[in-house]
């Protein structure tokens, strides 16, 4: 985990929320200059910030609203750091809690080069990142629409399809299968919205691989050059890094894949694992999908899973293999 540690004259803390921010500014001394909530817009911000924008820093935790505040900073020539939300364990600490407090505590943890600090993700990319994990989400909806079908299957014990829904081509008489009125009323719904999913995903990619094309063309066709990743995976190992130059080492990278397990120690005892939550949930998916797909397609693979399923069990062999394709993106910089 790594700190911001520079040396300011101000310090700006802020508790952000949709309508309302708590703005709370310290000296180098630690007193208290600005305390007090303002409307969350740019120009209150601003205001509040006047007088000590010569020599200030602002933070803020790592929630959903951060974009424009760090957009404001950057075009105002302000430093932001943004702040690690599952890190800040100080300010959940206290017996009391509420906005004047936390917006203190932020400004604290700053002045005291004790913030914990998360990848302010840059504003060029930020949106195509976006648009990526809003295509996963529409590929979940529609994977649970294939998965009524087959459970509406099962649940009327009728004959298997015998062929993946999942194809278009492969569609067609899924209707009338169900011999039931009202079960073939349900199953024609869920076909007519997995069609338009497919539509909308198709749709979606072709965008985001013409922007991948446009932001780094040479980082995307090297990650499809790793055996196991393909198309989206490369997209979503691309958008969810962005600059692998921005870790010092192969471990830190895999900590933040969730590629590796924290060790909880104490007097020479391990007490298990700690942190699993910690990190980059979609580069855990990619790698978790990467292995899966090198084994499909790759007979040396196979071998190689075999051999450490034999010594740690399948599921650790796979969460290895995860590991291994892990190191080999981060000695190919992306």
């Given at each position: 985990?790594?700190?911001?540690?520079?040396?300011?004259?101000?310090?700006?803390?802020?508790?952000?929320?949709?309508?309302?921010?708590?703005?709370?500014?310290?000296?180098?001394?630690?007193?208290?200059?600005?305390?007090?909530n303002?409307?969350?817009?740019?120009?209150?911000?601003?205001?509040?910030m006047a007088?000590?924008?010569?020599d200030l820093?602002?933070?803020a935790?790592?929630?959903?609203?951060?974009?424009?505040?760090?957009?404001?900073?950057?075009?105002?020539?302000?430093?932001?750091?943004l702040?690690?939300?599952?890190a800040?364990?100080?300010?959940?600490?206290?017996?009391?809690?509420?906005?004047?407090?936390?917006?203190?505590?932020?400004?604290?943890?700053?002045?005291?080069?004790?913030l914990?600090?998360?990848?302010?993700?840059?504003?060029?990319?930020?949106?195509?990142?976006?648009?990526l994990?809003?295509?996963?989400?529409?590929?979940?909806?529609?994977?649970?629409?294939?998965?009524?079908?087959?459970?509406t299957?099962a649940?009327?014990?009728?004959?298997?399809?015998?062929?993946?829904?999942?194809?278009?081509?492969?569609?067609?008489?899924?209707?009338?299968h169900?011999?039931?009125?009202?079960?073939?009323?349900?199953?024609?719904?869920?076909?007519?919205?997995?069609?338009?999913?497919?539509?909308?995903?198709?749709?979606?990619?072709?965008?985001?691989?013409?922007?991948?094309?446009?932001h780094?063309?040479?980082?995307?066709?090297?990650?499809r050059?790793?055996?196991?990743?393909?198309?989206?995976?490369?997209?979503?190992?691309?958008?969810?890094?962005h600059?692998?130059?921005?870790f010092?080492?192969?471990?830190?990278?895999?900590?933040?894949?969730?590629?590796?397990?924290?060790?909880?120690?104490?007097?020479?005892?391990?007490?298990?694992?700690?942190?699993?939550?910690?990190?980059?949930?979609?580069?855990?998916?990619?790698?978790s999908?990467?292995?899966?797909?090198?084994?499909?397609?790759?007979?040396?693979?196979?071998k190689?899973?075999?051999?450490?399923?034999k010594?740690?069990?399948?599921?650790?062999?796979l969460?290895?293999?995860?590991?291994?394709?892990?190191?080999?993106?981060?000695?190919?910089?992306?």
């Amino acid at each position: 985990m790594r700190f911001y540690n520079h040396q300011h004259q101000y310090y700006c803390g802020i508790d952000r929320h949709v309508k309302t921010m708590y703005v709370c500014i310290l000296d180098a001394t630690g007193q208290v200059l600005v305390h007090r909530n303002v409307p969350s817009t740019p120009a209150a911000l601003l205001e509040s910030m006047a007088p000590y924008r010569d020599d200030l820093v602002v933070a803020a935790e790592c929630m959903f609203t951060w974009y424009w505040l760090a957009d404001v900073c950057a075009a105002e020539g302000i430093t932001f750091v943004l702040g690690h939300a599952l890190a800040m364990k100080a300010i959940h600490g206290g017996k009391a809690k509420n906005d004047k407090i936390d917006s203190h505590k932020i400004a604290g943890l700053l002045r005291g080069g004790l913030l914990p600090q998360a990848y302010v993700y840059p504003a060029g990319m930020r949106a195509t990142r976006d648009l990526l994990r809003r295509r996963l989400h529409l590929v979940r909806k529609r994977g649970q629409l294939l998965a009524h079908i087959q459970n509406t299957r099962a649940q009327y014990n009728l004959p298997e399809f015998g062929r993946r829904l999942a194809y278009p081509g492969n569609r067609d008489g899924v209707v009338e299968h169900f011999p039931d009125p009202s079960v073939r009323k349900s199953i024609e719904v869920d076909v007519v919205l997995i069609d338009q999913y497919d539509a909308l995903v198709t749709d979606l990619e072709l965008t985001i691989v013409r922007e991948a094309k446009r932001h780094d063309a040479d980082a995307f066709h090297r990650l499809r050059s790793v055996p196991g990743i393909g198309k989206v995976l490369a997209l979503t190992i691309l958008y969810e890094i962005h600059d692998i130059h921005r870790f010092d080492r192969v471990q830190e990278f895999a900590s933040y894949a969730r590629l590796v397990k924290c060790q909880k120690q104490s007097g020479g005892r391990t007490l298990g694992t700690s942190g699993a939550k910690m990190g980059n949930v979609h580069l855990k998916w990619a790698f978790s999908e990467a292995a899966v797909l090198f084994l499909r397609h790759t007979k040396d693979g196979k071998k190689l899973l075999t051999a450490m399923a034999k010594k740690h069990g399948k599921g650790k062999a796979l969460s290895i293999l995860a590991h291994k394709i892990g190191r080999a993106v981060m000695r190919r910089p992306v």
